[in-house]
């Protein structure tokens, strides 16, 4: 059992940043974070939950949703077992709750992470 926690979420005006991090812990299974693809999720208030951001299990292998390319960093410190998400330059649009999930497959697909945080609040207003 893979047991996750995100910080680092709030009140941002447009155009400001935020990182948020993503804390594992996994002592019951031995998997150890490094082989988990770890990803970063967002639910808006009335919309699906989608994809943000994707790493692989080293570092490599990231992907980002179209409407965060270039402002948003995701990446991962393995000794720490921690993920980041490096948000810069947000706007409204990006208010959300963002979720941090794992999963032992290199996938995008949502229904494929196995283990899920319980979210932080992103607001981006003025």
């Known amino acids: 059992q893979v047991q996750l926690v995100e910080s680092g979420g709030g009140l941002v005006q447009p155009g400001g940043s935020l990182r948020l991090s993503c804390a594992a812990s996994d002592a019951a299974s031995g998997r150890t974070f490094s082989r988990y693809v770890m990803g970063w999720f967002r639910q808006a208030p009335g919309k699906e939950r989608e994809l943000v951001a994707r790493?692989?299990?080293?570092?490599?292998?990231?992907r980002y949703a179209d409407s965060v390319q270039g402002r948003f960093t995701i990446s991962r410190d393995n000794a720490k077992n921690t993920v980041y998400l490096q948000m810069n330059s947000l706007k409204p649009e990006d208010t959300a709750v963002y979720y941090c999930?794992?999963?032992?497959?290199?996938?995008?697909?949502?229904?494929?992470?196995?283990?899920w945080g319980q979210g932080t609040q992103v607001t981006v207003s003025s």
């Open positions: 999930a794992a999963s032992p497959r290199y996938t995008i697909m949502m229904r494929e992470y196995d283990y």
């Open positions: 790493i692989g299990w080293s570092g490599g292998g990231t």
